[in-house]
């Protein structure tokens, strides 16, 4: 029998399990599931206040309304109304008191979506306003917090500080940022014989999502299974904001006794769900005539909102990351996780990391301003190396690619040239600024929660040879399905269209962890390829037994089994060790090695590695205006040794899409009365495809590979690329800093909108004036 290559194992780039049926409109998400007989549709009444005392709430005209059939408050809640994820603080409806603005009250449910939305509207509330905390600053200033603050240090700071020959000091400021999910929350929940519930839920943590509703219904674990085939997009919005919904349904779906669907509109998904934490970053920080730090504190604070959620390990995070690539020899981070009264922020692509690194590039923008350096050159100097590998965690870097890639990507995307095509392009240009900038990522890979570094797959075997994979990793249009059924062909050696990807379910793989943190692929991926080994390894000791040869004359090659001279397809080898009783399922089990953190003493392993990139954006501004122009962007990226191409870059381009959004067009308001105003796509703007630059190279480093035992030898690719688009703030940056020569630092905060870039071209006039006057300004305004 002639060898042939599988179709679609390691390395292949093949397409998305469900790129053809997204195109077509096929692919079924949970709102497009035939509904089962007497299915009702729920609704949820909100706050009209950001803190008050709940003095009345008269809920009869929502009960008499046309078509409801009830209607849920906390009192009705059988088990615990608290559905905080880590730490208590989260009602499923508040009680007594509201704490934001669109806080769920009740949960009405009735016989069509228009009736119930209509009659959440009709609830009688009658309010004591109490004093609402709505921003960091008011936080900071009467210390409310939602968790303590939490240090991290290595070395002697303050002297270092002292007696460093050049010392800056700065704050930065970055909003939060909305999921913008193309599917929104959904439920759909089926009661059951014996109290049973089956729940679909358009979540990330379908384990934790089963655990709520369970604390919710006041039933063991085992009665509730919670099933996701796909969702319409994540992003970290998913991982603990889905549950609250999936709890209503359940509890909706319990008290009538007939299965209840929770679908929200827009409008209230982004009033009652969390978002990106938005961040004050104060520092100081002292350096070298060369741009090396010597020493540096940061104080570090995070608006919460009004309960912990996941704040307390976001916020880890950006201390995590607060270093980003660069060697800190003597550094203090003191991180604030301040309560306010607005939704409860979140989880979000980055986790925290993000706030982290725009701390230290703004540190690292400013040092150059101050000095006259590229500020690239500055960034050189200050990575890690040899010598000066410890972080502030003290974990040791040992896996350091950057000098290298930068170097890559500083030559392919032509970085010196341009930049001085640029310098004289703004010496003749009085209105049009140009700007480039070329920054690196250095994300953490893994859970800095240790326990959550765990993964379970099946993997069944049919007697055709068809295979049947299941795994706690959840399909967010990310790809995790087709890689994990990739890793699995490839360990069997079967094409990929044999291997069968199933909705992740609770009742298949229990206790899992949230397809999060960027691990899904090492976590689920290792786990189902244990599952795949074990098979491997019976039908290996079954074929050396039953044709009497040493077990390493059994391979598996190519869609064949070959024993010792003799060879057959894997079907034909399926039905023969079925006939012979041989075990054709097995579960996989991963947790990942070597991690270890003392939160205590702030020092330990968190992470397994490190994945690494760099991006090289340029930009115009029209100094009139504020507007500005993406006109290239030039991003390299490692992802060790890519299971599949096509969906590696794929998340790299749409990582930096939405880190650009972040960072310069989406823009979240809040009132005076703490109301979100900006709740809809006519008022919150994500990027769209105008956006993106018409000149757009994206490369992945061919030289990365993983050092660590990773699956495959690949690395992360979800949440690093978004990191990127940091380069796209400092391009802006640049421009704007080039009406003062490039040695004054603009007073630019993100997102870095229209408007706030022509307040920091003004401020910069101003102070570029009261410098020199004249310097910085263009020749027109000068004679004026």
């Known amino acids: 029998m002639a060898e042939r290559a599988i179709r679609g194992g390691l390395r292949a780039a093949v397409p998305h399990d469900s790129a053809a049926r997204h195109v077509a409109g096929e692919a079924l998400y949970i709102d497009d599931l035939p509904e089962p007989a007497g299915t009702l549709y729920a609704a949820v009444g909100l706050s009209a206040k950001a803190h008050a005392e709940i003095v009345r709430m008269d809920l009869d005209r929502v009960r008499s309304a046309p078509g409801v059939v009830a209607v849920v408050r906390a009192e009705d809640v059988p088990g615990s109304n608290d559905i905080g994820p880590v730490y208590p603080g989260d009602p499923l409806f508040a009680e007594g008191v509201a704490e934001y603005a669109g806080q769920a009250l009740f949960a009405v449910v009735a016989t069509t979506v228009e009736q119930a939305r209509r009659a959440a509207c009709l609830a009688a509330v009658e309010y004591r306003e109490l004093e609402a905390i709505l921003t960091v600053e008011d936080a900071l200033a009467k210390e409310a917090t939602v968790l303590p603050s939490h240090e991290m240090s290595r070395g002697d700071p303050e002297p270092a500080l002292a007696g460093a020959p050049h010392r800056l000091s700065g704050r930065i400021k970055m909003g939060g940022q909305d999921h913008f999910y193309l599917e929104g929350q959904v439920a759909l929940a089926v009661p059951g014989e014996d109290g049973d519930m089956l729940v679909w839920s358009s979540t990330q943590h379908p384990s934790e999502v089963q655990h709520l509703i369970a604390k919710v219904l006041d039933r063991p674990h085992n009665a509730v299974t919670v099933e996701v085939r796909r969702m319409g997009g994540g992003f970290g919005g998913k991982e603990t904001q889905a549950a609250p919904f999936a709890c209503m349904a359940a509890l909706l779906a319990q008290h009538t006794g007939r299965p209840v669907k929770l679908r929200l509109d827009r409008d209230d998904d982004m009033l009652l769900t969390g978002k990106r934490h938005d961040f004050v ?6 350096f070298d005539g ?9 104080e570090q604070a995070a608006r919460c909102g009004f309960s912990p959620d996941l704040s307390a390990a976001i916020a880890d995070r950006a201390m995590f990351h607060a270093d980003n690539a660069y060697h800190l020899p003597h550094v203090r981070i003191t991180s604030h996780r301040c ?28 040092i150059a301003r101050e000095l006259g350096l590229d500020p690239l050159e500055v960034r050189r100097r200050n990575l890690y190396g040899p010598g000066r590998d410890v972080t502030p965690y003290h974990m040791r870097v040992e896996d350091n690619i950057l000098p290298e890639l930068i170097d890559e990507l500083a030559q392919t995307a032509n970085y010196t040239r341009r930049r001085e095509a640029i310098a004289t392009f703004n010496r003749t240009s009085p209105v049009l600024k140009r700007g480039l900038a070329l920054t690196p990522v250095k994300f953490g890979i893994s859970f800095t929660v240790t326990h959550l570094n765990q993964a379970g797959a099946l993997v069944h075997v049919y007697t ?7 795994h706690g990793g959840t399909e967010m249009g990310q790809g995790l399905m087709t890689k994990v059924a990739q890793i699995v062909a490839e360990e069997l050696q079967v094409d990929l269209d044999r291997v069968k990807i199933s909705a992740t379910s609770t009742g298949k793989v229990p206790n899992t962890s949230a397809t999060a943190a960027s691990a899904a692929t090492d976590l689920n991926g290792a786990a189902a390829q244990a599952a795949a080994r074990t098979i491997k390894g019976r039908l290996i000791d079954f074929l050396a037994g039953h044709f009497e040869v040493p077990p390493e004359q059994v391979t ?14 894997f079907a034909k080898l399926a039905r023969l060790a079925h006939q012979n009783r041989v075990q054709l399922s097995a579960t996989g089990f991963y947790r990942t090695p070597r991690i270890w953190y003392d939160r205590a003493r702030a020092r330990g392993r968190p992470f397994f590695y490190f994945a690494y990139g760099a991006a090289c954006s340029e930009v115009a501004v029209d100094t009139l205006t504020g507007e500005y122009r993406l006109l290239r962007a030039d991003l390299l990226h490692d992802v060790g040794r890519s299971i599949n191409p096509a969906i590696d870059l794929g998340q790299i381009e749409g990582g930096f899409v939405q880190g650009m959004g972040w960072l310069t067009a989406e823009e979240l308001c809040w009132n005076e009365r703490g109301e979100l105003t900006t709740h809809a796509p006519s008022t919150y703007k994500i990027p769209t495809a105008s956006d993106v630059p018409a000149d757009f190279r994206v490369r992945i480093f061919e030289r990365g590979v993983n050092r660590e035992q990773v699956v495959a030898r690949s690395k992360a690719v979800g949440e690093p690329p978004l990191m990127l688009a940091i380069s796209v703030f400092h391009a802006i940056n640049d421009a704007i800093a080039s009406l003062a020569g490039g040695r004054i630092s603009p007073a630019l905060d993100a997102p870095a909108t229209p408007e706030r870039v022509l307040f920091a071209i003004e401020d910069i006039r101003r102070r570029a004036a009261a410098a020199a006057p004249g310097v910085g300004i263009p020749a027109a305004q000068a004679a004026e």
Do not use: C, W
Not at 281 to 286: N, S
């Open 281 to 286: 970053i104060d520092y100081e920080v002292g």
């Open 464 to 470: 055709d040879g068809s295979v049947h994979l299941n």
């Open 339 to 366: 309560k306010t009264h607005t939704v409860s922020n979140t989880a979000f692509r980055g986790f925290g990391g993000p706030q982290g690194m725009m701390g230290i590039e703004k540190v690292i923008d400013a």
């Open 290 to 298: 060369d741009g090396r730090i010597q020493s540096i504190v940061f």
């Open 556 to 569: 598996f090659r190519q869609g064949e089994v070959h024993i010792g001279e003799q060879s057959m397809s």
